[in-house]
């Protein structure tokens, strides 16, 4: 199993979400995680804020990354959201975003926050996944394609 389909359960995935901003989508994704894993949705959605100043986490394409450090949490948790619409996102390619994968992860974590984002990236680097992610209908469907999905293994 993929370190992302290790952290990402199927009720944290939704499709067709009205977003019509980066601030509307990170309300939903906030409301999500209090829904599912009572984490307050102001942490979040102001985590995701921090992290965003630094820098977008848009990577092109029409997908996105937003990552936040999250206080008190045990361990890293993930949610994907499709929107009905794509928003503006100050991504590389000024494309606007369509596809965005959540992570959040412990105050303290580092490598293994590295290696989720690295795999993540990776996943979405895969054209032919991407597009499916990006089109499929079906919450669980789009659940299923990134959980049978498998990064390519290292040499090391």
């Not at 942490?43 to 921090?50: E, K, P, R």
């Not at 937003?66 to 949490?73: N, V």
């Not at 105050?107 to 293994?112: F, G, H, K």
């Not at 054209?127 to 959980?147: G, N, P, Q, S, W």
């Amino acid at each position: 199993m993929n370190r992302l389909a290790a952290i990402l359960p199927a009720s944290n995935v939704l499709v067709n979400v009205e977003a019509t901003s980066k601030k509307r989508v990170f309300e939903q994704a906030g409301l999500l995680f209090e829904n599912q894993h009572s984490i307050a949705r102001g942490l979040v959605t102001d985590n995701l804020f921090a992290r965003e100043r630094l820098g977008s986490t848009g990577l092109g394409h029409a997908v996105a990354i937003p990552h936040g450090r999250i206080k008190g949490l045990k361990n890293p948790l993930a949610a994907v959201l499709r929107v009905q619409q794509p928003i503006p996102f100050d991504a590389p390619d000024d494309e606007p975003v369509s596809l965005l994968i959540f992570l959040l992860v412990p105050e303290a974590a580092t490598q293994r926050h590295l290696e989720i984002l690295s795999e993540i990236a990776e996943m979405l680097s895969d054209r032919e996944l991407r597009e499916k992610l990006k089109t499929e209908a079906d919450a669980a469907a789009v659940h299923k394609l990134i959980h049978d999905w498998e990064p390519l293994k290292s040499v090391a």
